[in-house]
């Protein structure tokens, strides 16, 4: 492209939009495209246009909304469409619930190339349809076309952007302590696991109140499992005293325990286990008396089928420590981020 006097420009070519504002007006006077006339020449003028870029065809540029598009085009997304371009940007919106997941690393490198720029809503962040996840373009309105072949080359190797769908789960929920058991207090804990999994694709097949014995516990998860259960919660005996005997009853069911405590509060005590494929969440207390504890943070990511690793939950001590707001934002605030 080239820069050129507008008295100058009559016949030529607008190679970007050119944005007005004026009496309460805010948008494009002159699209890019626009074949500049005689009759533009002092309405360009009267804002404050006394120059435009002209389009030139010279080999191995790229306009920005050629960028945009071919951006768009090399993370495509299922359960997500993009918009645009749009003052030289494309814009991904959310067609599906789910989890949105971003390749950082991905997309740290592609950010480095030089005049690209792609911003996203954080990895690991529950959506609903209609949410911005990304937007993407450049900064000049043109660049090297090599700039967006290498940036295409990275994303045919790597998955830049994902939104997992959640899956349906049969959810089965033991919940422990004598107390309860023998009826002295009230369970308080089976309300908030419904209204909690009400959020998802979800059945829960049985809740199991048992009394502190490792027979029941383990015999109750067991019925659950031959059920059809293919996601186990168990509250009570979470802590680390030698008399709570859920963590014993997950171990005894032959599951594979990846984490019993993660650096985030509340929810500290929190359990994370696989039986096979089946994920295990052992939930502690503070579920019941907060809004939002790391059960509301690793929800999502079951449903979504992530398999939890050990440092997956170790990142989570970077935004692990909730504010406690008067009033709850989650998930749009920093906790629950890694």
Known sequence: MKKI?????????????????RDGFKGAAFRRGHVITEED??????????????????????????????MAAMAPVPGAH????SEGKVLLKADARGMFRVDTELLREINSIGDITISTIPDHYPVEP????????????????????????????????????????????????SEIYSGRIKDK?????????????????????????????????????????????FTGGMSVDPDDLTPTAIRALGAEIVSHGVPSQPGNMTLVAYLGDIPILGVPGAAISLPTTMFDVLLPQIFAGDRLTKADLVKLGDGGLCQMCKECHFPNCTFGRY
């Open 5 to 21: 006097e507008v008295e100058k420009a009559i016949g030529m070519t607008l190679c970007h939009d050119i944005t007005a504002m």
């Open 130 to 177: 209609g949410m911005r996840l990304a937007s993407m373009r450049i900064v000049p309105l043109v660049t090297k076309e090599e700039q967006i072949i290498r940036a295409e080359k990275l994303c045919a190797e790597r998955k830049l952007l994902d939104l997992r769908p959640y899956g349906f789960r049969k959810a089965g929920v033991v919940i422990t302590g």
């Open 82 to 85: 993009y918009e645009g371009p």
């Open 189 to 233: 804990f089976e309300p908030v696991v419904r209204a909690k999994l009400a959020h998802y694709p979800s059945e829960i097949v049985e809740v199991a109140i048992c009394d502190d014995d490792l027979a029941m516990i383990e015999g109750a998860a067991r019925r659950m499992l031959e059920g059809g259960a293919d996601f186990l919660i």
């Open 41 to 70: 020449v002092p309405k360009l003028l009267d804002i404050g246009k006394r120059t435009v870029f002209i389009w030139e065809e010279n080999a191995g540029e790229l306009h920005e909304e050629d960028c945009a598009l071919r």
